[in-house]
Each structure stands twice: as C-alpha cells, then as structure tokens.
C-alpha cells in the first residue's frame, strides 16, 4: 500500500477483545498503531468502548487512560442496566453508531478505513463508505468455531485480514500477563506520572518512570 495513502483504524473494543480471547492472544496497542504508520499515512486512530460508570474501579479504565495519551482518539459511553422478562440484571452497551458516524464524517478526508470488528451490522457502513470512494478493509478472525465475523461483513470488505494471521506483529503473548497476588487491589493509572507495574505487561504498553519530565 502507498505510504501516502490517508488512512483510519476503526476499533470496535468489545468485539476486538472477544475475537483476541478467543484466539488466545492479547493486543499490544503500541505496536499496532506503529504497525498501521508504518504502512501509511494514518491520520486516527479509534477506539470505541461502553463502560458502567458507577463501578469505583473498572478493569478497562487503566487501558482507556493509556489509550487516551498515546496516539488513540478513545470514544466512550455509558452502559446502560436493564433488568430482562426473567428478573436478571443486563448490561447494553452498543457503539455501532458512535464509530459509523465518525467514518462518514471522515470519509471525505481518508483512502482507507481499517476496521477491527466482526460485526454484521457494519455491513451497511462499509457499502457507504465504498460509495463514497474509500477502500475498506476488514480485520476479524475466520480461525475460530464459530467465526467472530459476520459472512455479509466479509464478503461486503474490500478485504479481509485474518486477525491471526498480525499475532506476531501486533500481539502480546498470554503467557506475558502476570498474575496478579491474591488480594491485592488494582491501581488506577490517569496518565499523570503514577506507576503501574503491570501495565505494560497486561496492555502492551510502557509508561513513564514517576521520575521522568
């Protein structure tokens, strides 16, 4: 691919994490966005997540922070509760129209959308932005039973990329992550200096020492 070619990476968090779960890796999100530069000219790069946000810590929180510093544009909303016909406590969270209006605002400015999801109801999205003359490129897994895309998203992508098949550049292995000790309490990381140990080994992402300007 040229290297000027203007391009945005579209990341549908909760669906990026199930596809990444399923295949026994995690992303290291430093790597894939100077994965992504290195090939073009990547002008965003979003990450689109629902977080409950009256939970005093959220597991997520720590790598929206990190998300939020380094390079990615992060769009968040809350979940919302609901409670089903059977009396159980459900959480709905769904960011499919956040990212879709994003993409057509920018489809004006890019060549090239890359969107991790599997998601079918894209499908949509991606014919649109194919009408509007940009070339969209689809990032999921077909290695997993069943497959974490849609059929109609795949056959609808300019083209398929195998999320497996990037493990060896942009992923962090599962063997990496540490165990966290029994008891003890997560920190939060806000990006202001504080330290986190591990962090860069549950995320694939470095932080500054506390004693670094």
Not at 64 to 81: A, F, H, M, Q, S
């Amino acid at each position: 691919m040229p290297v000027n070619q203007r391009s945005a990476v579209f990341i549908d968090g909760a669906n990026l994490y199930a596809t990444t779960k399923a295949l026994g890796f995690d992303i290291d999100y430093k790597k894939l966005l100077k994965e992504f530069q290195s090939r073009e000219n990547l002008l965003r790069a979003f990450y689109y997540t629902a977080m409950i946000e009256d939970q005093e810590y959220s597991s997520i929180r720590p790598l929206i922070d990190w998300l939020d510093y380094n390079g990615y544009r992060v769009v968040t909303k809350p979940v919302k509760e609901f409670t089903d016909s059977m009396g159980r406590r459900k959480y709905k969270g769904n960011m499919d129209i956040e990212l879709a209006i994003d993409a057509l605002e920018l489809s004006q400015h890019i060549d090239h959308m890359i969107l991790f999801s599997g998601d079918g109801d894209f499908r949509s999205l991606v014919e649109a932005m194919q009408r509007r003359g940009v070339k969209v490129t689809v990032i999921s897994t077909i290695q997993t039973q069943p497959s974490m895309i849609s059929d109609e998203l795949r056959r609808q992508a300019d083209e398929f990329v195998d999320l497996a098949t990037l493990a060896g550049r942009i992923g962090r292995e599962p063997s990496e992550r540490p165990a966290r000790p029994p008891g003890e309490a997560p920190s939060r990381y806000r990006g202001e200096g504080r330290t986190n140990p591990g962090l860069e080994n549950r995320y694939g992402i470095r932080q500054p020492d506390a004693e670094e300007e």
